[in-house]
């Protein structure tokens, strides 16, 4: 059973940074595509970064620039580093892992596993 666990969410005022977690069990995130996604209350799961076994990424134009997704294998824990926050960024921000290990996609429906969320508020 793969279970993730997101964390390192909080407050932070604009123009600061944060750094995410997702520890994975049940799964070596290392052979899977991951993603992070963020939703608001009111509107549709929104796909932010993702990375596959190689370590190609991809991330969303809105956070090109901002946003790092990173994995550290060791602990079989993915991080998406974000920087430069504005007050847009503000929303719940999940962990996903896919099975498929290449193939980067952005729906979240391609996904087949997910965290509970973690709160990212950006005050202005």
């Known amino acids: 059973q793969v279970q993730l666990v997101e964390s390192g969410g909080g407050f932070v005022q604009v123009g600061g940074s944060l750094r995410i977690s997702c520890a994975a069990s049940?799964?070596?995130?290392?052979?899977?595509?991951m993603g992070w996604f963020r939703q608001v209350p009111g509107k549709e799961r929104e796909f932010v970064a993702a990375i596959n076994w190689s370590g190609t990424t991809f991330y969303a134009d809105s956070v090109k620039g901002r946003f790092t997704f990173s994995r550290d294998n060791a602990k079989n824990t993915v991080y998406l580093q974000m920087n430069s926050l504005k007050p847009e960024d503000t929303a719940t921000y999940y962990c996903?892992?896919?099975?498929?290990?290449?193939?980067?996609?952005?729906?979240?429906?391609?996904?087949?596993?997910w965290g509970q969320g973690t709160q990212v508020t950006v005050s202005s």
């Open positions: 049940g799964r070596t995130l290392s052979s899977s595509v």
């Open positions: 996903a892992a896919r099975n498929a290990r290449n193939l980067i996609v952005t729906y979240p429906q391609g996904y087949d596993y």
